[in-house]
C-alpha cells in the first residue's frame, strides 16, 4: 500500500532503492505517527472534514496502535511503504470510509515533519533526564573527593597542582552548558509543522493552533513553507547540541584512559568494569571508556553529515531529507547508551590519594613558590626568575602546600553556583508539560 498509489506498479529496483530500511527506521517513530494523526482528525472533527461520531471510534483504534507501538510489537507489513501507509490501512480495515478520511489535508511530508518533531522532543526530554543525573553524579564524586589533590597537565606535562574536586566538577560544569545547548534543541523540536500539508498549506480551513495545543508544543511553524525548511535545521539543531555534550563525555573517556595507565595510576575501576587480554593475564583494560570515546567523536561528526546532505537544496520538499532519519535516531540512541554507560562508570570511580607526594611531581608547587614570594613583597618576575633558576640548578625544594580560595579553584569548587546553572538551563526543558498534554490527548 502507499499512499500515492495511482493504479501502476514502480519497478522493483526502482521501489528498493527509494524506500531504503524506511520501514525499519519507521518503527522508531510509530507512536508518534499515531499522537500526529489523534490530533488531526481531533481538528478535522472540529472544522467538519471529520463527522463527530467517527472521531471516538477512530482514536479507539488508534489508541489500540499506541500500545502496540509502545510494547514493540507494532510492525509494517510487506508492500506496505511506511508507518503512515500502515497506520492508515489498519484504520481503514477496521473502521471502512472513515479511515480514508484521516489523510485530509495532510501531505505526507508534514507527517514526516511532525513524527519528527515529537520523536526529536521526546528524546531530547530524555537525554536531558540522563544529562542531569550524570550531573549528579559528577557533583557527588566532586564533593567527597574535593580535599584529594591531582596533577594538573599542560601540553602532557606537569604543570600546577589540581584535585579531584575541581575535575570532577569541570566536567559537572561542562554538562551545565550541555544542557544550555540541548534547550535550545528542545526549542526547535518543540513546534508544530503539522498543516504546512506539502509545503505550501491547504485549502482546507484547518486550525493549526488547535493540533500545537493538542500535542502540547510550545509554539507553531506558522509560515507553512519556513515549516517545510525546518526539516534538516531542527537535525542539525540538535545534532549540534549533541555535538557538545559528546565532547564532554569523549574528553571524559579519554581522561579516565590516560588516568587509569599504570604510567598515571590516578584512578581505579571495579574489576568487573574492565576487560582482559587474551595472552596478557595483567591486563585490565579501560574498554567501556575507550569506546566511548570513539563513540562521541562519531558523534559529533553528524551534524556536519547532516549539512552536507542538505546543503544545496533550495526550499520545498526532497527526497534526500529521507536520508536524514537515519542519521538523527542513530544519534539518540548512541547517545543514551553513553549517558547510561556513564552513570554506571562514573559513581564507581575510586582515586588514589598522596599522589603529589612523588617526588615527580615537585615542580607543581613551582608557581605556588612564585606567588608565595610575590606576597612577601618580591615582585612576581623577580620571583619567577629566582625560582627558575632554583629548578635549573637542581636546588628547588618548595612547601608542598596548596592555598587557592578564588572562585571555582581547589579551595572553592563552587559547586553550589554550578549546580544553580544546570537547574536554570533544565528548567528550559519542561518534559512535564509535555507529558500532560499527550496524556490528555490520549485520554479525550
Known sequence: MKLWDKGFKVDKAIEAFTIGNDNVLDLELAPFDVLGTMAHITMLA????????????LKK????????????????????????????????????DAG??????????????????????AKTIEIATLTQKLFDAFIKQSETHKNVLLPGYTHLQVAMPSSFGLWFGAYAE???????????????????????????????PIKRKLTTQLLGFEDLHYNVVYAQMTRGKTEKTVAAAMASLASTLGKFAADCCLYMSQNFSFITLPKEFTTGSS???????????????????????????????TGNLTSGYFRDLQLLKEKYIYL????????????????????????????????LFSVEEVNRRATKGL?????????????????????????????????????KEIQRKMKKARAKINGAAVDKAIQKLLKA
Request: with cysteine.
Open 379 to 415: 615582585p612576581f618576575r623577580d620571583a619567577y626568575k629566582a625560582v627558575g633558576i632554583e629548578i635549573e640548578e637542581g636546588k628547588f625544594n618548595p612547601e608542598r602546600t596548596v592555598k587557592h580560595t578564588h572562585e571555582g579553584s581547589i579551595g572553592n569548587l563552587c559547586n
Open 61 to 96: 483504534e488508534l489508541k489500540k496502535i499506541y500500545i502496540s507501538a509502545l510494547k514493540g510489537l507494532f510492525t509494517i507489513e510487506s508492500g506496505v511503504e511506511d508507518v503512515h501507509s500502515q497506520v492508515e490501512m489498519l484504520l481503514t480495515k477496521a473502521l471502512g
Open 46 to 57: 472540529e472544522v467538519g472534514l471529520l463527522e463527530k461520531k467517527e472521531l471516538p471510534k
Open 332 to 363: 539518540f540512541k548512541e547517545m543514551k547508551a553513553c549517558l547510561e554507560m556513564a552513570l554506571l562508570m562514573v559513581p564507581n570511580i575510586g582515586v588514589k590519594k598522596d599522589i603529589l607526594k612523588d617526588d615527580k611531581y615537585v615542580y
Open 279 to 309: 595472552i596478557m593475564p595483567h591486563k585490565k583494560n579501560p574498554d567501556v571508556f575507550e569506546l566511548m570515546r570513539s563513540k562521541c567523536n562519531a558523534m559529533q561528526a553528524v551534524q556536519f553529515e547532516l549539512t552536507m546532505m
Open 100 to 121: 480514508k478520511k484521516v489523510h485530509a489535508a495532510r501531505s505526507r511530508n508534514d507527517q514526516v515533519l511532525v513524527d519528527l518533531k515529537l520523536y526529536g522532543r
Open 174 to 204: 561542562s554538562l551545565s552548558d550541555d544542557m544550555e545547548m540541548l534547550a535550545t534543541a528542545y526549542k526547535m523540536t518543540n513546534q508544530n509543522p503539522l498543516g504546512s500539508a506539502a509545503g505550501y498549506g491547504s485549502s482546507f
